[in-house]
Each structure stands twice: as structure tokens, then as C-alpha cells.
């Protein structure tokens, strides 16, 4: 089955520091693979995505590869900001009915 | 652009009573899903559409119903409310279906239920 397990946190970082969180899965087939972000009192929203193998996403500073070998799809920054505390779920789109898989979510905080 | 909006943002229930949470996308979108986000859980799949007239279970369908009689409207509904409901729901949109990565999948805000 399709399954995602994400780095727990939280995480917490000053301002500029570098940011790595770890993302794995279990899919059958060829998924797609997201990252979402969550804002304090908000919705879910799509910071980058990969759709094959080799892919990279990339947004805001963010990037994350599709790692076929290791099924992995980590989230790097490479200077964090304070706008950046949130928090960040990596998903795995299934390709029957088009749902998402979630991981935990981690909680990220950075401070000045 | 108003997306997806979920109403009502807060809501405390006590045990047994009913309530029926709003969701409603002007996307013209045929998927929308249901998800409540439980605290260090991520995101669990209620019900969901594929359009109008189309629904079915996902992870977790007990003490939920849902219908679909418009495209743009997805109401889910608790007929009796229970502590283990406790929770932040969120409804979701997309066109193509939000697996295939071909386009962006939609949340909205949130709802925040609390059942004593």
C-alpha cells in the first residue's frame, strides 16, 4: 500500500541555519510526490511537487528531489527565515482516485 | 478568488448532538475530499467525490456522512457527535484528481470541532 513517513519534530532553527527534513515512502506504481506547508491558522497549501524519478521541486528556496532508489523526497533550504515556522507535510499522490497520502507533519520554528 | 471555503472555522458540539460542516468550491472542480487532521497524526481521508452524485468511503468514514448534489458543494455531516471526533477537518479540491500531480489540489481554512 501507499504510505509516507516523515521526520518528526519539531525542528528548530535560528535564521540562516540550513534546513533538512526527511521524507520516505511506500508506493505501488509511479507516484507523485508534494510538499505542503500549513501556516498557523490556515489551509494546507502546495510549496513544490516532483511527478517522476529525478525530478527536483523547487520553491521560496525550497527544494526536494524524487529519489526513486531510496524513495526519498527530503525538503532542503538552504537559509531559513523567520516566515518560514510552519508547519510542513510531505504527501504522496496515489494514482487511484486521486487522493493524497500525508505524512505526520513537522513542525518547523525558526527564530532570530 | 474565493477557492475553497469551509464554514464554520470553530465549533464546540456536546456528545450526541449534530452538526453539519460546509464546503464549497468555485473551481469547478468534479474531486473533493474531506480530511480531519488529528495533533502529530497528518491529514486521514473521511469521504470523497469525484463529482456530482459520486461519493464513497476513504480511511475513516464511521460517524460521517457526506452527499454531493451540486459540483461546487461538498457538506459533511456528524449525526452523532462523540470526544473521538474532536478535530481540525478539512475539505480539499481538485480537477484532475489530486494524485496525478498535474495540478495543484485546493484546502480550505479548516474547522476546528470540539465535542464535550
Known amino acids: 500500500g501507499n504510505s509516507v513517513t516523515q521526520m518528526e519534530g519539531p525542528v528548530t532553527l535560528s535564521e540562516e541555519a540550513f534546513l533538512t527534513i526527511n521524507c520516505t515512502y511506500t508506493a505501488t506504481g509511479y507516484p507523485s510526490l508534494f510538499w505542503y506547508v500549513q501556516y498557523p491558522g490556515e489551509g494546507l497549501q502546495l510549496l513544490l511537487k516532483a511527478t517522476k524519478a529525478d525530478d527536483k521541486g523547487s520553491n521560496k528556496g525550497f527544494e526536494a528531489t524524487y529519489r526513486k532508489e531510496t524513495t526519498s523526497f527530503h525538503l532542503e533550504k538552504g537559509s531559513v527565515q523567520v516566515s518560514d515556522s510552519a508547519v510542513y507535510f510531505c504527501?504522496?499522490?496515489?494514482?487511484?482516485?486521486?487522493?493524497?497520502?500525508f505524512g505526520r507533519g513537522t513542525q518547523l520554528t525558526v527564530w532570530p | 478568488n474565493a477557492g475553497v471555503t469551509q464554514t464554520p472555522k470553530f465549533r464546540i458540539l456536546k456528545i450526541g448532538q449534530s452538526m453539519t460542516l460546509q464546503c464549497a468550491q468555485d473551481?469547478?472542480?468534479?474531486?473533493m475530499y474531506w480530511y480531519r487532521q488529528d495533533p502529530g497524526m497528518g491529514l486521514k481521508l473521511i469521504y470523497y467525490s469525484v463529482g456530482a452524485g459520486i461519493t464513497d468511503k476513504g480511511e475513516v468514514p464511521n460517524g460521517y456522512n457526506v452527499s454531493r448534489s451540486t459540483t461546487e458543494d461538498f457538506p459533511l455531516r456528524l449525526e452523532l457527535a462523540a470526544p473521538s471526533q474532536t478535530s481540525v477537518y478539512f475539505c480539499?479540491?481538485?480537477?484532475?484528481?489530486?494524485?496525478?500531480?498535474?495540478?495543484?489540489?485546493?484546502f480550505g481554512q479548516g474547522t476546528r470541532l470540539t465535542v464535550v
Open positions: 504527501a504522496l499522490g496515489g494514482s487511484t482516485l486521486g487522493r493524497l497520502y
Open positions: 473551481m469547478n472542480h468534479n474531486y
Open positions: 480539499a479540491s481538485h480537477k484532475d484528481g489530486a494524485g496525478t500531480g498535474n495540478t495543484e489540489a485546493f
